[in-house]
């Protein structure tokens, strides 16, 4: 394992490259795969106090001893770019966005996505993660609203039973210290899942909780309710799900 690193208070930067043999073992870190190599660069840049942008890029292979009687291979590449603003008492705004790609390729054919191997006929797929989060902080109450938009694509169209899909969702907090002993927090989130098949998946949820503290540091009251919607439509049928929970 090789390491590079760059520490500044404007800019921080990491480079790592590993390889693992077949017959590596560590009883210090026990959980390290073997078999396997990749590399991984991250780092940040602040170009005002109350701006920052990072960023990471991840790849790695297993199963790379050609001696070994391996019969497939995969290969996963990882990314990820962010910035966040943060100005003195002003709403606080981050955005970030990430990828995962995974790839299987079958050794014993050395050709890709051919079906006949548990990893080509599995692991083919890549999916992407957009969010944004908008937050606002005050000495009594916080204020903080988010939203994600996740897509999923399966790359092995080799089956039947392959899955496609997008999911956004939108949720949104508040909290707010009625006293020095009371508070209370609201939340509320709204979720849209559309599959290849052409199924719509929308669910709704909202809770509220009320904190005291009878007795400081002996009695605390917590008063907790959630309600929740799921509505499932096809192309033939609906499906309709209400959970009220206390």
Do not use: C
Request: zero cysteines; a positive charge.
């Amino acid at each position: 394992r090789a390491t590079l690193s760059y520490a500044k208070p404007a800019l921080n930067m990491n480079a790592n490259y590993y390889l693992s043999g077949p017959g590596y073992w560590s009883f210090a870190n026990p959980s390290v795969y073997r078999d396997r190599k990749g590399y991984d660069i991250s780092g940040m840049v602040r170009p005002l106090s109350f701006l920052s942008v990072n960023g990471m890029y991840n790849s790695m292979n297993d199963n790379i001893d050609p001696e070994k009687n391996r019969t497939s291979r995969v290969s996963q590449k990882i990314m990820s770019l962010g910035t966040s603003f943060a100005y003195r008492t002003f709403p606080s705004l981050s955005v970030s966005y990430s990828a995962n790609t995974q790839f299987g390729e079958e050794l014993s054919t050395g050709t890709a996505n051919s079906g006949g191997g548990w990893a080509a006929s599995n692991l083919n797929n890549e999916m992407s993660v957009k969010a944004a989060n908008l937050s606002y902080r005050r000495i009594a109450w916080n204020l903080g609203l988010t939203y994600q938009l996740i897509e999923f694509s399966d790359l092995t169209k080799n089956t039947t039973n392959y899955s496609n899909y997008s999911q956004n969702g939108i949720s949104l907090s508040y909290s707010h210290r009625l006293s020095s002993r009371v508070s209370a927090r609201f939340g509320a989130s709204n979720n849209v899942k559309e599959d290849r098949d052409g199924s719509r998946t929308t669910s709704n949820s909202a809770s509220i909780n009320l904190l005291a503290s009878v007795i400081p540091s002996r009695f605390n009251l917590n008063i907790f309710s959630s309600y929740g919607t799921n509505l499932t439509e096809k192309k033939d049928a609906e499906i309709d799900q209400w959970i009220l929970n206390h």
